[in-house]
């Protein structure tokens, strides 16, 4: 010990107390907790010292030998973080690893928040990561008694403590906390009354060490000690999204009796794999503690509902994916599931208990409106909340599980055969006898298992679910140990018997709702493989549209792929679907016009009040449904087209524009894109369908006349319909594409390259092959920034398309991140194979249109750095005036700076070269 030195450096104005001990580079901070002082870190320190590092360790301000500040009283956990660094700076230390114990821990996690560049790594022991603030240690789920709450009750603990000399004092600290329970007092209690006198020192704390620290609090007190940590727990910091990206080493004693804190224990299982941000706590709801999830923050919140076997957990990727977009996610523990309370009669719950717990959540969580997002059983709840309760829900997401009432009819067991799982699991006492053949973990590895498959877990006379599990069979490979071991700490605290109750004991129970109707958006997300679609009459009871009898404004969407647990195998792929359900707009549904089909808005969510008065349904064309976007009223009605990679979205700033200028301005996705319908043959699809789509719109929606506007190759119907329809067209405008037929000699591959973009998305499977080693956001990504230069796309011999885009570009400044949400997830949903076909595919299919003529009046906007102004002979086929051979009323403008995208590059100054067009030409 004679080896440390001892000093005070000069911290805001306080002299701090300072030991080390060692030389070198590499330096080593050592931060104490209470009841402790830098003599806390004597062993370490030496052993430090003997690896070569520099091992200091100091008092904090109001600690051992360290000064008083001025005003204890108004102190936070900012102090501590100011002591280490001005520590640090005092002593010329750049970088160092942080050692923290204790409420050490706390400024050992917040200082490389707070300053990253000056923290190599992290080791703590006894206290993981936690923020100071009301949430900190969930003291108002532990009984009055609890110490941390007495020793919050300004002058208790000073009485307490009063009562005793301070050497006493810091023995029966010493002594209590080294136990496994948590020291609580009785009524008539103060925490040091629970000390047993006749209790030794622990073996490894000698009398020595007590004096050490004894004197040193004699010279300090326990005044600013009571305040930092135990006053200051509650106290917010102004810390918001932490994050701590230096490696870091939690150490926990297995009798540390930290981990019999609230949801402690399952915190430290899963933090290693749940982002710091994430908030665990628990609310009281219909008497019962239920424990809850959530992280992120917003006036948006999505509450999602798991399923079996799962908790909260389930939902981990789609959580952090919501939050990332700004939305306050929160998923919780149903009653009798991982860290909630069991119900004190599990045989007399049903579903009309989850119901009433989702909204007592939302009442304890001061939440007016939510999204819901049920899995599973946990669909059951996601649709009857809003059927009681429609005031409370905004839209509802479910996967796995349609809309079911609850009650004898909602599965047909009868057709199957007796050793259906759920016949099996609704018998008392079997499934129980079942999985205590095993422990927990493996119970929940043969379920997840079995369940991953697209067969009914259908069991023989002589054997049980369990043992249709082949012990061979690895995990899902989406579904990791660590995963497993999450959910199985959980499933040990609650056990099964309230799982097997809700959802399986009650399904067939009535829960008094007749007739019901969910009203709000929805949106289905099925996996083609899940398991439930082989119950009897499931498929056709989703397939038919039988569904949306109860769900009238249902989006279905199927994945290829997907499981019964499609959620975990394809997080991106679900997360896309999520983010663009649950951020739709909820805005008013449109009137219904003939066959015009009432649908949910569609918008994602924006802070310009004008997107929310675009209005989306669907309309009955030729067979197929074509979502269409509107905004505005009255007479003059003009109808945007769009092009690749587009859908209705890239004609937003222009439909705002015009409806503001009191036109009825209309878009809509044509067949094969965004929500539009796919056509039952996409690869038989050409232009003529197109044309013959506008049409039907036209007359879907009662529109005699219109002036239609198309951009890329939505030009080749904005011109063809009046070619052929005259009468139904007013006038025409144009951007990046003048008048084309299409037909063999529309554009001169033979020209260009062999790698040029259209030849290669011509070749049948090529672009599929490309576009698919990438995920589709990452694809419109690539093509928007690729096709926004003034240069063709042309990949070499060794190239794909795809390989020409520089990962490190920039998106286009005109184009943003939430721009390029909303593309990929309708692209994530429509996929690439009608818009391969048409345009590319068809392009040089002839059309059967002779000698055209457009009449009407036109404008091409064209971009002089738009690349297809490269395409052999289209400049002077433009400036020669020779289009107007077939568009003889046409008006060209160029835009000097304009891209291939310049609607969405330069709106404001299209915006007013359309606008004066409708103004002039409309009817």
Avoid at 123 to 140: C, D, K, R
Avoid at 623 to 639: I, N, R, S
Avoid at 781 to 792: G, Q
Wanted: hydrophobic share 40%; proline share 7%.
């Amino acid at each position: 010990m004679e080896n440390f030195k001892h000093s005070f450096v000069d911290v805001k104005g306080l002299k701090l107390h300072v030991a080390e001990i060692g030389s070198g580079p590499k330096v080593v901070l050592f931060l104490h907790g209470f009841p402790e002082i830098w003599y806390t870190w004597r062993h370490q320190m030496i052993a430090a010292a003997n690896r070569g590092y520099r091992a200091i360790a100091f008092d904090f301000r109001g600690y051992g030998l360290s000064d008083q500040p001025r005003e204890p009283e108004n102190a936070s956990f900012q102090y501590v973080v100011e002591d280490v660094v001005g520590v640090m700076d005092s002593l010329d230390i750049d970088k160092a690893i942080l050692v923290g114990k204790d409420f050490g821990a706390f400024a050992a996690y917040l200082v490389p928040i707070v300053h990253p560049e000056r923290v190599t790594a992290i080791v703590t022991l006894g206290v993981p990561f936690m923020l100071p603030g009301s949430n900190a240690t969930q003291s108002h789920l532990l009984s009055e008694g609890f110490y941390v709450s007495r020793w919050q009750d300004t002058k208790r603990a000073e009485a307490d403590f009063g009562r005793f000399d301070v050497k006493t004092v810091v023995r029966n600290i010493y002594t209590l906390f080294s136990g496994s329970e948590i020291p609580v007092a009785r009524g008539d209690q103060e925490i040091m009354d629970l000390y047993d006198p006749s209790t030794p020192l622990p073996a490894w704390f000698s009398e020595e060490d007590l004096t050490v620290y004894a004197s040193l609090y004699e010279k300090s007190g326990f005044r600013y000690a009571l305040e930092v940590p135990y006053r200051s727990l509650t106290k917010d910091i102004g810390i918001s999204d932490p994050k701590i990206t230096a490696p870091a080493l939690l150490i926990m004693g297995e009798k540390d009796y930290v981990l019999k804190f609230p949801g402690m224990e399952e915190y430290l299982q899963c933090i290693a794999i749940v982002p710091l941000k994430l908030l665990l706590s628990y609310v009281q709801v219909n008497g019962l503690k239920l424990h809850v999830a959530e992280i992120g923050s917003g006036q948006k919140v999505v509450v999602f509902l798991h399923g079996f076997p799962e908790i909260w957990y389930t939902w981990r990727h789609q959580m952090i994916a919501a939050a990332d977009k700004g939305y306050r996610a929160i998923a919780f523990d149903f009653r009798g599931y991982g860290l909630s309370d069991q119900p004190p009669e599990p045989e007399k719950s049903n579903f009309q208990d989850l119901v009433d717990d989702v909204v007592g959540v939302l009442d304890s969580l001061g939440i007016d409106k939510a999204i819901l997002v049920g899995k599973d059983f946990g669909a059951l709840p996601a649709y009857l909340v809003p059927a009681l309760h429609p005031e409370r829900v905004s839209s509802v997401v479910t996967l796995g599980v349609p809309f079911m009432l609850p009650g004898r009819s909602g599965i047909q067991s009868h057709l199957l055969p007796k050793g259906f799982y759920m016949t099996r699991w609704q018998e008392p006492g079997r499934a129980e006898a079942d999985f205590a053949r095993f422990d927990v973990k493996t119970v929940i590895r043969n379920i997840y298992t079995l369940f991953s498959s697209s067969e009914v877990p259908v069991a023989g006379d002589d054997q049980e679910i369990m043992d249709l599990f082949n012990p061979s069979t690895p995990l899902p490979a989406w579904f990791s140990e660590e995963d497993l071991a999450v959910y199985a700490s959980l499933y040990e605290k609650s056990g099964f018997r309230y799982a097997l109750q809700v959802p399986y004991r009650t399904l067939t129970v009535d829960i008094g709702i007749t007739e019901p109707k969910i009203t709000v958006p929805a949106l289905f997300i099925m996996g083609e493989k899940d398991y439930v679609l082989n119950f009897p009459g499931m498929e056709d009871y989703i397939r038919s549209g039988l569904v949306k009898q109860f769900v009238p404004n249902l989006e279905i969407t199927f994945m290829a792929e997907g499981s019964h647990f499609v959620h975990e195998q394809l997080p991106e792929k679900v997360i896309g679907l999520n983010s663009f359900a649950i951020s739709l707009s909820l805005t008013k549904k449109g009137k219904r016009k003939r066959k015009a089909i009432s649908s949910p808005s569609t918008i994602p969510s924006y802070s310009s009040a004008p997107m929310d008065n675009i209005k989306h349904s669907y309309v009955e064309v030729r067979g197929l449904k074509l979502h269409v976007a509107e905004t505005g009223t009255g007479p003059k009605v003009v109808v945007f087209l769009h092009g690749f990679p587009e859908i209705w979205y890239t004609w937003r700033h222009q439909m705002i524009a015009a409806a503001n200028k009191g036109y009825r301005a209309i878009a809509f996705d044509f067949r094969g894109y965004g929500l539009s319908e796919q056509p039952p043959e996409p690869e038989k699809g050409n232009f003529q369908d197109l044309i013959d789509d506008v049409i039907g719109l036209l007359d879907a929606l009662g529109i005699n006349k219109v002036i239609l506007v198309g951009k890329d190759f939505g030009a080749v119907p904005a011109y063809l319909v009046p070619a052929l329809h005259p009468e139904r067209v007013s006038g025409v405008v144009t951007l990046g594409i003048p008048f084309i037929l299409p037909g063999p000699s529309v554009i001169r591959n033979d020209l260009l390259p062999e790698g040029f973009y259209i030849t290669r998305w011509q070749e049948p499977g090529r672009a599929e092959a490309d576009f698919g080693r990438f995920d589709v956001k990452t694809v419109i990504r690539n093509i928007y920034t690729l096709f926004s230069s003034s240069e063709i796309p042309v990949a070499g011999d060794d190239q794909e398309i795809m390989d020409l885009f520089n990962p490190s570009a920039p998106l286009p400044a005109w184009f943003s991140e939430e721009d390029l949400t909303v593309y990929a997830s309708l692209y994530e949903k429509s996929g690439f194979r009608f818009p391969l076909q048409v345009p590319y595919r068809v392009s040089k299919v002839e059309t059967g249109i002779i000698d055209p003529k457009v009449t009407a009046p036109a404008l091409l906007i064209m971009g002089e750095k738009d690349y297809f102004l490269k395409f052999p002979g289209i400049e002077d086929y433009i400036q020669s005036g020779a289009v107007k051979q077939f568009v003889p009323n046409l008006d060209i403008t160029y835009m000097a700076d304009g891209s291939h995208f310049v609607h969405e590059q330069l709106p404001e100054q299209v915006n007013q070269l359309i606008i004066t067009f409708l103004d002039k030409h409309s009817i």
